[in-house]
């Protein structure tokens, strides 16, 4: 099968958001109050604090949906090659491995010692791969079957748990300060580090070695959130199958993509499950997994089927290498940015005013990783798992 270019720009897109972060956009439109449009790009470049969606909160259930979608086209091409299944099955748990234990270098980066947690991106990935592969080889009603069943028991076991009352001490168990996002009723068993998968964490973690005991993540994350991660990469299992397979399959994708948007949407307006990603919770897997739909549609039907790829290539050269700029984004952010204040001076970074800083320099910073990953590409060397 040929190379869907659809795919590789998605991913690019994704990595450009990624790399956005280096920009601080949202801090910097804290610094505009009045400005409707600093506004609005800083409620896009940053998370919500708890319920709801901005475009940055799509990045990570976009990355992980493409995983999914990349495992049929990946496993289509092994076969074709003659590759075993145990052969296939090995190189699946090697990478299953190395994401667990990537996601936990990123997560201890700027610390003394190892930071034990299973909330990061790719370690979420790594924890549901061999699920997620195993269902590769699996028809659509088995793919459903299991989508449902972790979508499932992910809310019995948030909705089972007791609802919490507030800290005494909120500075103890990493409440951010000021936080005033707490939700009420039914919801409240979806409370910020009150909820199931902290008190899942408050176990599991502190079974690590830790500098001190593990009190809560400031962002809320859980490893818990990997029982609707996998449905997310399940959800991407389908479209790689419908753009495998069908010859026109962006009816598909956005039939699919509508269909769980407004599901998530009834589930969360009933009452039944709040869409918060930083839980993940199951109706984030699935309204994000329906705007993720939705993009691959379109992006399938104006790469892919209509040839309109005029714009395409400074995004093929971050996705087909994203590994290696997502890594890079989280290793290489600190020692860039304080490079370029070394060598060319502040000065030059505030010609457009102090508040704006942090933006020129994020800026030259992305431009300096889009370099790298472009003369990588030239030689065509690419970091895979």
């Known amino acids: 099968m040929h190379r869907l270019l659809s795919i590789d720009v998605y991913r690019g897109i994704v990595m450009f958001l990624v790399g956005m972060r280096l920009m ?4 910097v439109a804290l610094k505009f109050p009045d400005s409707a449009i600093w506004q609005f790009i800083g409620f896009h470049s940053g998370h919500v604090p708890w319920v709801g969606c901005s475009l940055n909160d799509l990045i990570n259930p976009s990355f992980t949906f493409l995983t999914g979608t990349s495992l049929v086209l990946s496993i289509s091409s092994r076969i074709m090659k003659g590759q075993s299944k145990v052969a296939m099955t090995l190189h699946a748990l090697w990478r299953s491995v190395a994401l667990i234990f990537l996601g936990i270098f990123i997560r201890s980066l700027g610390r003394d010692t190892t930071n034990w947690t299973f909330d990061e991106t790719l370690t979420q990935m790594g924890l549901g791969y061999m699920v997620v592969f ?29 609802v919490l009352p507030p800290h005494a001490d909120p500075d103890a168990f990493n409440v951010p300060e000021g936080w005033n996002h707490d939700v009420g009723g039914f919801f409240a068993h979806w409370n910020h580090n009150r909820n199931a998968g902290w008190s899942f964490d408050l176990w599991l973690l502190n079974e690590f070695p830790r500098v001190r005991p593990y009190v809560g993540y400031l962002g809320g994350y859980t490893t818990l959130n990997v029982l609707s991660t996998i449905p997310t990469m399940i959800l991407g299992l389908m479209a790689g199958t419908w753009l495998k397979q069908t010859t026109q399959p962006t009816r598909r994708l956005v039939i699919a993509g509508t269909s769980l948007i407004a599901i998530s949407l009834g589930i969360h307006f009933g009452g039944i499950c709040p869409i918060i990603k930083h839980l993940w919770t199951p109706s984030w897997a699935l309204f994000s997994g329906g705007c993720v739909f939705l993009t691959l549609a379109t992006l399938h039907y104006l790469v892919d089927m209509r040839q309109w790829r005029s714009w395409t290539f400074p995004f093929v050269v971050m996705g087909m290498n994203s590994l290696t700029f997502y890594l890079m984004r989280h290793t290489l952010e600190v020692p860039l940015a304080k490079g370029l204040k070394q060598h060319l001076g502040k000065g030059v970074f505030q010609i ?34």
């Open 24 to 27: 601080e956009l949202d801090e």
């Open 352 to 385: 457009l005013g102090r508040p704006m800083q942090p933006v020129l320099i994020g800026a030259c910073s992305l431009t300096i990783l889009w370099l790298i990953v472009f003369w990588m590409h030239r030689r065509k060397l690419y970091l895979k798992l």
């Open 134 to 162: 195993a269902l590769a080889f699996c028809g659509t009603k088995t793919r459903l079957f299991w989508c449902g069943a972790f979508l499932v028991a992910h809310w019995l076991i948030f909705a089972l748990h007791p």
